[in-house]
């Protein structure tokens, strides 16, 4: 297969749609990595949107398709039915689908099937992929969230989801300054959004560490403690390590935990980039005994259904099967993190969920489970945080539709808790 990007896009969504695999577990192996960084970059760009516009592509290619063909002649009929229908050169788009089935041993026999119908994709394509419906969610998830948060907000949070995520980043100080430098926009929180950023590591600041990437919401559950320096701080869940280099940055003295030591990789080259330090410990976390300290976060393992904006590839991997496993673990880490805090120490929970069995109704059962235990309300009166975030219990709820016209945000919920 030639290492183009459009090849490595379809190794990509080859992985994703045939093996179930998440394109977070790809991007680091062998076949990805040998493709220069900016080809590799336009792989992944090519393969989210391909992902985000499955449902799109799947309908305007249907009525050109006498035969459903094998799952790799789908894919790059999707993929190219995704460039085509945005505004991709025809002649570069069909060529290469074209060539890239020929040479394959199992697919050759497409290659006019694929060449007649993009050419029809190029032509009706685009009209009729602007009439097409935003693609929905899988049933799966699609069902309990309209019951937590009505249908409307869910086709908003749709349209949020297709339109796909910009880039943000926490930086250590003069968050105005890069915003300009970087040509981004400063967000009312104090994180700093690229629209259109290309590749990360080629971007100014990047090699020195001034900044990393994290989602504007992502940002907040760490600036709900306030002033950190001095505190002694676990972070129980750390990798890739997005909370321990904000708490670090704050000065805090903190130690960096995470039960996968691959994980726990980024940790390091995340601190050695940004020049902070952290203890980091592979440990499971429910066998931690360290402390006590002043506070522990807790950014518990999850379904990732906030994240869908920028990963368009989890509804469609998972089933949501191993949700319950994720609640009884969730529920066991908080339990646990309470023994290792100091008297009138402070656990941050937060999930990057937008189902309520993993943040609202968690913080419901911890606060009947432990006597005394309480929610504290004024922790994220922030800058830039609207009131209509705030959750019933004093946490927060933040849903990816929020901020939609800037690009919305990360689903999020948080809660600060304190005994006594
Ligand atoms: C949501 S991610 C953490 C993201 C991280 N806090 C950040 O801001 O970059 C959840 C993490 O929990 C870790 N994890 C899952 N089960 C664990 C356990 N029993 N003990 C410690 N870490 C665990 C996973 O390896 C994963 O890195």
Redesign the pocket.
Known sequence: MAATARAGALWLLGQVLAEGRLLSELTGTAQHLRLDPAERARAQRLALETLRGLEKADRVVKPYLRKMPPLAVRNVLRLATVELCQGGDAHGVVNEAVAHVRRGKRTAAYGGMVNAVLRKVALEGPAKWAELRVPHLPKWLRQPLAEAWGGATVAAMEAVHFAGAPLDLTVKSDAREWAARLGGALLPTGSVRLTAPGQVSALPGFERGDWWVQDAA?ALPVRGLGEVAGLSVL?????????TLQLAAGGADVTA????EG?LARVHENLARTGLSAAVVTA???AFAGGPFDAVVL????SATGTIRRHPDLPLVQRGEAIGGLIE?QAA?LDHALTLLKPGGRLLYCT?SLLPDEGECQIEAALARHEGLRVMPGAFDLPGVAPDWRSDDGGLRLRPDYWAERGGMDGFYMACLTRG
């Open positions: 992502a972070d129980m869940c750390a990798a890739p390590g997005g909370k935990l995470d039960i996968s994980r499971d976390a429910l950014d518990a393992p999850c673990l880490l990057c």
